[in-house]
């Protein structure tokens, strides 16, 4: 057995890599010789079911029809064609400042945006202060903030097709009603599900390519690691460096 100071650490790791909540309601001892039979968790936090097409659609028709990103926020909320919303604590807009010059997008939101109903706020989001704090931008003066999906995956697992599928409509109309000149891509979820590259993110980091916006010109995009790939390993905080002296100078250009 454990002390409990061991425990303690044990316990702090698994948060620190994701592992945050329990998928079944007895917890195994997978030391015994004979443990004891657990009953597996509902089907719907570990797969959620396929998203209907006709959910694609009500989300392509309420996006359009929002004409504000406040309108828009409140169409996110009040949609219910995302399975990850049933279990979810709250539902993850934006932060920062609207229309800035910069707008960054994510995966999706971890344990801490969840339980605040922010995006970035948690290891990951303190690393990307930080980062753009380098050259010159922060989310409460000149840049803004969202993920490609508003709702936690459960467990932090990757997100399904389905569910970037659902939440597409919501984030191409928000790109277009934040209007940045430039979208950072982080992350190769995000990366993918916007620009529908089959290259993985380290051939398209560092990479310039434009976001085609239905009724608007293209918006230049780069995309970069998440941070929380940059603590996972953070020999490649190099690269990312030199994707935000790119990203840096392209801002520049665009004032």
Not at 51 to 71: C, D, F, K, Q, V
């Given at each position: 057995?454990?002390?409990?100071?061991?425990?303690?650490?044990?316990?702090?790791?698994?948060?620190?890599?994701?592992?945050?909540?329990?998928?079944?309601?007895?917890?195994?001892?997978?030391?015994?010789?004979?443990?004891?039979?657990?009953?597996?968790?509902?089907?719907?936090l570990?797969?959620?079911?396929?998203?209907?097409?006709?959910?694609?659609?009500?989300?392509?028709?309420?996006?359009?029809?929002?004409?504000?990103?406040?309108?828009?926020?409140?169409?996110?909320?009040?949609?219910?064609?995302?399975?990850?919303?049933?279990?979810?604590?709250?539902?993850v807009?934006a932060?920062?400042?609207a229309?800035a010059?910069?707008?960054?997008?994510?995966?999706?939101?971890?344990?801490?945006?969840?339980?605040?109903?922010?995006?970035?706020?948690?290891?990951?989001?303190?690393?990307?202060?930080?980062?753009?704090?380098?050259?010159?931008?922060?989310?409460?003066?000149?840049?803004?903030?969202?993920?490609?999906?508003?709702?936690?995956?459960?467990?932090?697992?990757?997100?399904?097709?389905?569910?970037?599928?659902?939440?597409?409509?919501?984030?191409?109309?928000?790109?277009?009603?934040?209007?940045?000149?430039?979208?950072?891509?982080?992350?190769?979820?995000?990366?993918?599900a916007?620009?529908?590259?089959?290259?993985?993110?380290?051939?398209?980091?560092?990479?310039?390519?434009?976001?085609?916006?239905?009724?608007?010109?293209?918006?230049?995009?780069?995309?970069?690691?998440?941070?929380?790939?940059?603590?996972r390993?953070?020999?490649?905080?190099?690269?990312?460096?030199?994707?935000?002296?790119?990203?840096?100078?392209?801002?520049?250009?665009?004032?």
């Amino acid at each position: 057995m454990l002390a409990p100071s061991e425990a303690a650490r044990l316990l702090a790791w698994y948060v620190a890599m994701g592992a945050d909540e329990a998928i079944v309601e007895v917890a195994i001892d997978r030391l015994s010789r004979a443990a004891p039979a657990v009953t597996p968790a509902a089907p719907s936090l570990a797969a959620p079911p396929s998203t209907h097409p006709a959910a694609e659609s009500g989300a392509r028709r309420i996006a359009a029809a929002a004409r504000s990103l406040a309108e828009l926020a409140a169409a996110v909320a009040a949609f219910e064609g995302c399975a990850l919303k049933r279990t979810a604590t709250n539902t993850v807009f934006a932060d920062g400042i609207a229309g800035a010059p910069l707008m960054v997008i994510g995966e999706a939101p971890g344990a801490d945006e969840d339980r605040l109903g922010r995006p970035f706020v948690g290891r990951s989001g303190q690393l990307l202060d930080r980062m753009l704090a380098a050259i010159g931008y922060e989310r409460g003066r000149n840049a803004y903030i969202s993920n490609v999906l508003f709702w936690r995956p459960p467990g932090n697992r990757k997100p399904t097709a389905d569910e970037i599928a659902a939440c597409l409509p919501f984030v191409w109309r928000h790109i277009a009603l934040a209007a940045p000149k430039v979208v950072l891509l982080c992350g190769g979820t995000a990366t993918s599900a916007l620009l529908g590259r089959p290259e993985g993110i380290t051939r398209l980091r560092g990479r310039w390519l434009e976001l085609a916006i239905d009724g608007g010109a293209p918006v230049p995009s780069l995309a970069t690691y998440h941070p929380s790939f940059l603590l996972r390993a953070p020999a490649r905080k190099g690269e990312a460096w030199h994707d935000l002296l790119a990203l840096q100078s392209k801002l520049n250009d665009s004032q």
